[in-house]
């Protein structure tokens, strides 16, 4: 949260109305006025997400369309490669990917959603960084593509088990798409954008709708007694447990896909010997990091004890040393383990799994230990 | 006969002769959001008035709870380090943080009494 941001300043997203309406309590995050939770409470809200469906506001993020100059949406996909470590061309028409935007030292700019609608390329990027990455699409790519800021379109998630027949109610389609498929499709009558894919580790969808209906879909989800509106605090949660990095904490400009331990989002294509190796900025770094290893590592954390372990906390290789070894970067409790969860960055030599470290916590040192992510197994439908 | 104080900081006291017992309103619990863990002060302690004395922490967050008087702690809820959602349940019944043996009682002159407290978190 941004301590800059006054109230007055702040950006509404098109549901605004409705999660005041639903006793939403707002605060600054990314410069709108959004809900952390409504009255049931972040512990229920998560909970209600991993066992039945939650409804996420996060219109805030940022949507744009690629269109390819030529017509030809590969065109548009090999234009974006130059700016993103990912095989953006094997993505097939209707199929989606998680992508980063590099800078030239190698770190992450921004990590982001790439959906290829057919004929032109559908990107959800964060809140923090639109304005930002739109100006870097618009330095770079402009020669073959048509950048679009679609800023007249909400963006909600259906999250957990019920999401599917929650939305199924509403979109025909929606039961036969598989995680990570995208496209265009009707719900309740109304054009929109709709992926097999979120944020929390559950199955669900994203579904990007004109503004000036995204209240009455929302209300239309909500009127279903499986969905429950959730806050910023549960999507967090969710996200923790998930293993998911949240960008500007677990990873930013000086953190390189491979110190993320986000190797997998970087397709052999890409990387040393592919067919289209590096071409994207900072490659000489990330594929020198693939090549040779990084000396440092993401990694899970489970404590011993139930006191949280918090983003910033210090990290030391034993109960005693005054050096600290690492930092967390994401932490807090884990209402579906019942139990916190952290992850942060360590030496490549201390990652190893089930690792003991320790954590400066209000002047002591708890111990923790390295943990496999997820903390919480997904539920993908693949 | 025990009469109930209150900071500014969202903490009552129940007085009764020179033991004050503590913990946090429920005004307090309700803006925390759910408790999950509480670090309470070790029996013996002598706490400072305005140090911090205990932790509670929520999903989101962790807050310090300061000592509303200076004193020893004589006693701590185990039955609350077990089960910190009872914050949640009943703030200003079960979920009484410690005891503390008063050692100046002026310092319950600066604390407010229930009305008081009402305007102040209204």
Partial sequence: MLARDDKESLKRTPLYDLHVSLGGKMV???????????????????????????????????????RPKSGRVEDAARALERLVPQDVVAIAPGRQRYAQFTN??????????????????????????????????????????????????A???????????????????????????????????????????????????????????????????????????????????????????????????????VEAALEWSVQKSRRSGGARAGGFPGADKILAHFDNGASRRRVGLRTEGRAPVREGALLFADAASSEPIGKVTSGGFGPSLNAPVAMGYVPTSLSALDTKLFAEVRGQRLPLTVAAMPFVKNTYKR | MTTTLYTSDHEWLAIDGDVATVGITDYAQSQ???????????????????????????????????????????ETNAELAGEPALINSDAQGKAWFFKIRIADKSELGGLMDEAAYKAHTA
């Fill in chain 1, 155 to 257: 963006l909600i998630a259906l999250q957990g088990p019920k999401a599917e027949s929650a939305l199924a109610k509403l979109c025909a389609e929606a039961p036969s798409m598989k995680f990570m498929d995208a496209g265009p499709h009707k719900v309740a009558g109304l054009d929109c954008f709709v992926s097999r894919s979120g944020y929390t580790g559950e199955d669900g969808f994203e579904i990007s709708v004109p503004a000036g209906d995204a209240e009455r879909l929302a209300r239309t989800l909500l009127d279903n007694a499986d969905v429950l509106p959730i806050g910023l605090g549960a999507r967090d949660s969710l996200r923790l447990e998930a293993g998911l990095c949240l960008y500007g904490h677990d990873i930013d400009t000086t953190t390189t896909p």
């Fill in chain 1, 28 to 66: 600054p995050f990314a410069g709108y006025d959004m809900p952390v939770q409504y009255p049931a409470g972040v512990l229920k809200e998560h909970l209600h997400t991993r066992s039945q469906a939650g409804l996420f506001d996060v219109s805030h993020m940022g949507q744009l369309a690629l």
């Fill in chain 1, 104 to 153: 030239a030292d190698g770190g992450l700019l921004d990590d982001l959603m790439v959906a290829n609608f057919g004929d032109h390329l559908f990107l959800v990027v964060n809140a923090a960084c639109k304005e930002q990455d739109e100006a870097h699409l618009r330095a770079n790519l402009s020669g073959d593509c048509v950048i679009e800021q679609l800023a007249d379109r």
């Fill in chain 2, 32 to 74: 925390l959001g759910d408790v999950v863990f509480v670090e309470l002060p070790k029996i013996g302690r002598t706490l400072k008035k305005t140090e911090a004395a205990a932790v509670v922490e929520s999903v989101k967050a962790a807050s310090d709870v300061y000592a509303p008087i200076s004193g020893e702690v004589l």
